[in-house]
């Protein structure tokens, strides 16, 4: 008889066993004496010839009996009086069966107590298969079936779900344990997200998550990050729709880092790591799928730039004289945080020469200046990513990153007669009146600090930001990590 | 869009299923291989409207 | 049976979509596909006729065989040559 066939019994024991556990071994004797004088069923869940000693056996291998009395240890004893459970107890405990069997002197021979084993139903793969059976994965995302004759990868091509490169299929399982990886609730809304304003709910950020192919122990760094961008300071809408490069950069921060291996280290901002590369193709899925924004649409972008498949790295902090860039926006050291930037490409400042922090500081601030364009200032925000052997240079002279940051805005400070329409031959620029005034390359607040990459080679990074950097554009906004 | 005949309504529905697609058919007459020239050309006068009207956005 | 959750916002519908139709057929150009049976061709031609009479711009093809689905570089050639196409004559 199997379990699907049968009812629970409203009133007598029920016994749930497996035969590969030594405990349930154990008990079979007591489960036969117990069967010997009143109603008892013992679901097996993995032979159901198993205990030869009690007739009454039900298979339970499909484990739907187990699931439905939420069976976590084996063996379980529990006693139902009129459809109802009164008494349970797990494992092998002479007391404790002796209290809900109601019959004094069980197992005279056996040990007072044994523990149980682990019950099947219980088991990760199985739990989620037995949930998503019952329908009661808690999920409320619209379920869409592929076709018997199509391929799953072409269909989500053809949905307009991709960025262009595979996705992971959202199946009910990989989505149950995506979400496994926050205790935040499934239904929860984190925001709306633009541009279409759409509700953004912690399951739409854990479906989005699997396409992008994150592990469920990234979810917590992509929801923070997600929070960051919808931020209204942040401008999400702008940064998507705007005609220049940017997108979102993501650059995280704390011990979450080590915990899922990011990288911070050789070709941060490259490929090859797995959490550097799914968390930033996360938060762009999102946009794309659940906020509407898409190129040609929406998304106006001239050119754009590769930065808006993926952009996320972490900041090389061990070693560093300099303090986390989540410090500089009020979170306490040692607390995981990320940081959005609406940022774009990498500008390269090699500088294998400057032996002092005033030479090397004047290579960066060269480069610095031609951000957008020589002719522009200010122009956009920047985050400047110095290499572990500049940052050593500076380190060594004992320049914090206030003293570095001191100094670029000083050597950013330009002239306005080399800004003006006409100036150097070039049309862009400023009205004639700006000539006699100083203009610099950044409003306060607009140049940002990190320290990433390996540690040989002498060449560190622009990130570019965008026009209107500051109040009127997109404000670098900080979040920290919550599981 | 396709042009087909009536007897392959259930066809086109199981096969679009299958490759989770929706395209748009106009179903003609059964049979169509014994109709003379003229029947065909008639077919064609009548259903032309129809087949317009997957082709382009309505109204 | 491949079951995916929806990672869309949900207001569409979730099966594909059919590429959006034009407002009107002037300016572009109609491609009939003629799927090889018998007698699909004086059906096809009378259609030519009937959309050239509108003014469309008409090119037309033909599958080598009935038995299999057009190949490759007759799709590419239609891609690349017509907005829309009709395909028949099923029977």
Redesign the interface.
């Known amino acids: 008889m199997s379990a699907h066939e049968t009812t629970l019994p409203a009133d007598g024991l029920i016994a749930v066993v497996k035969r590969d556990c030594p405990t349930c071994t154990l008990t079979a004797p007591v489960l036969a004496e117990l069967a010997a004088r009143e109603r008892l069923t013992v679901f097996t869940q993995d032979d159901p010839t198993f205990p030869e000693s009690v007739p009454a056996r039900v298979d339970d291998t499909a484990l739907d009996v187990s699931h439905h009395l939420k069976i976590e240890i084996v063996p379980t004893l529990i006693r139902r009086v009129s459809g109802r459970e009164t008494g349970r107890t797990y494992g092998w405990d002479r007391a404790e069966w002796e209290r809900v069997s109601g019959v004094a002197g069980l197992g005279a021979d056996l040990p007072a107590m044994r523990p149980g084993c682990g019950a099947l139903n219980a088991e990760p793969g199985r739990l989620e298969d037995l949930l998503i059976r019952f329908g009661q994965t808690g ?1 409320s ?10 391929d ?1 990868i072409e ?2 091509f ?2 307009g ?1 991709s960025d262009g490169l595979p996705v992971v ?4 399982k990989r ?1 149950l344990r995506m979400l496994a990886g926050t205790t935040r609730d499934p239904k929860e809304v984190v925001g709306l ?1 633009p541009p ?1 304003l ?2 953004l709910t912690v ?2 950020v854990a ?2 998550a699997v ?1 992008a192919g994150c592990k469920p122990e990234y979810l917590p760094v992509v929801l923070a990050a997600v929070e960051a961008a919808l931020d209204p300071a942040f401008s999400l809408h702008g940064v998507l729709a705007t005609t220049m490069f940017v997108g979102p950069v993501v650059i995280v921060n704390g011990p979450v880092r080590r915990q899922i291996s990011m990288n911070a280290r050789g070709n941060a901002l490259g490929q090859g790591n797995r959490a550097n590369a799914t968390i930033g193709r996360a938060l762009q ?1 999102i946009v794309r ?4 924004g898409r190129p040609q649409e929406v998304d106006r972008a001239t050119l754009g730039n590769p930065g808006k498949y993926t952009y996320c790295f972490a900041e090389d902090e061990e070693g560093s004289s300099w303090e986390p860039l989540s410090t500089d926006f009020g979170v306490a050291r040692g607390v995981s945080a990320v940081t959005v930037f609406a940022g774009f490409g990498l500008q390269g400042v090699v500088d294998q020469k400057s032996r002092d922090p005033e030479s090397l500081s004047r290579s960066m601030a060269e480069s610095l200046k031609a951000i957008h364009n020589v002719k522009l200032a200010p122009a956009c925000d920047a985050l400047l990513v110095v290499c572990p052997e500049h940052e050593r240079t500076f380190r060594q002279a004992g320049w914090s990153k206030a003293r570095l940051l001191e100094e670029l805005y000083r050597l950013c400070e330009i002239p306005g007669e080399q800004l003006v329409r006409g100036a150097r031959g070039i049309e862009e620029g400023y009205p004639p009146s700006v000539a006699g005034t100083t203009r610099n390359k950044f409003r306060p607040g607009g140049l940002l600090i990190v320290r990433a990459g390996g540690s040989a080679g002498m060449f560190s990074g622009i990130i570019g930001g965008w026009s209107g950097g500051g109040f009127a554009g997109s404000l670098p906004v900080t979040r920290e990590v919550k599981s | 869009m396709g042009v087909a005949t009536t007897e392959f309504i259930d066809a086109a529905a199981v096969q679009s ?4 697609t929706d395209p748009a058919y106009v179903f003609v007459p059964h049979p169509v291989q014994d109709r003379t020239d003229d029947e065909l050309r008639k077919m064609a006068d009548d259903h032309l409207e129809a087949i317009l009207a997957l082709l382009v956005k309505k109204g | ?11 569409s519908p ?1 099966s ?1 979509e059919r590429l959006a139709r034009p407002e009107q057929l002037a300016g572009l150009t109609v491609g009939l596909l003629d799927i090889s049976k018998p007698r699909g061709d004086v059906f096809l031609d009378r259609l030519e006729s009937l959309l050239s009479q509108r003014g469309v711009s008409v090119k037309r093809y033909m599958k080598p065989t009935v038995a299999k689905p057009a190949p490759l570089p007759l799709r590419q050639q239609i891609v690349g040559e017509v907005d829309l196409v009709v395909e028949g004559l099923a029977d």
């Open positions: 999920l995302a619209r379920r869409v079936t592929f076709g018997e004759d199509e799953e269909a989500m053809e949905r779900w299929p959202p199946t009910e989505v997200c279409n759409a509700e399951e739409k479906i989005n396409m899925l799928n659940v906020g509407g | 299923k299958a490759l989770g | 049976m491949k079951v995916v959750l929806d990672p869309t916002a949900e207001r979730s594909r």
